[in-house]
């Protein structure tokens, strides 16, 4: 059972625009930043947008991430089929003193 | 750039001890970085199993708290997990990574080996 809760599974065709949702509680998502990775099949995770909003180096800005109170998303525009992977989100719980992620999003593009 | 770099035994027997090692290259370990370690069982999520400072300073996860110990090794420029007691629920694949943190001040875990996977069978 993950702390952060993500639906199982999202799905677009090429072009479309899809939102993945991450929610969670005051005691994490609340009081922290919210950071998602993408992890394509057989590789480890990719640290896709960090304190809610910001892409690291050479992510494109398709992908785009926000937060509102105890929820997050991960919205991608301009889908392609190399955007098929899951997506996790994850965020600092000083309660824990350590990451929590949720159960991960699996995306298909049709 | 930093790469991790991980490594160790891909089987454990029940109730034997996981040792794996994770090499840092490209940078130092005994920069500002937080080095980690994160978990993916077969088909399911990423744990966060705990991290570890250069210094020595560690966190761990509540639920291995027990069973885990991370340390480093500057001389090495590496970092090591050692999870005791281990049963098949611990099969997994085991990824170290970077936490670039400063004080605070969190970025995400932004840099990522490839993973070692680990099969706890007799």
Known sequence: QSVLTQPPSASGT??????????????????????WYQQLPGTAPK????????????VPDRFSGSK????????ISGLR??????????????????????GGTKLTVL | QVQLQESGPGLVKPSG??????VVSGGSISSSDWWTWVRQPPGQGLEWIGEVFHTGTTNYNPSL??????????????????LTSVTAADTAVYYCARDPRLHYHYYGL????????VTVSS
């Open chain 2, 17 to 22: 001890t996981l040792s794996l090692t994770c």
């Open chain 2, 65 to 82: 708290n027990s069973r885990v110990t991370i340390s480093v090794d500057q001389s090495k420029n590496q970092f090591s997990l050692n």
């Open chain 1, 81 to 102: 089929s190399e955007d098929g992977a899951d997506y996790y989100c994850a965020t600092w719980d000083d309660s824990l003193s350590g990451w929590v992620f949720g």
């Open chain 1, 68 to 75: 509102s109170v105890t929820s997050a998303s991960l919205a």
């Open chain 1, 47 to 58: 640290l896709l947008i960090y304190r809610n909003n910001q892409r690291p180096s050479g």
């Open chain 2, 110 to 117: 932004d840099v990522w080996g490839q993973g070692t996977t």
């Open chain 1, 14 to 35: 090429p072009g479309q625009r899809v939102t993945i949702s991450c929610s969670g509680s005051s005691s994490n998502i609340g009081s922290s930043y919210v950071y």
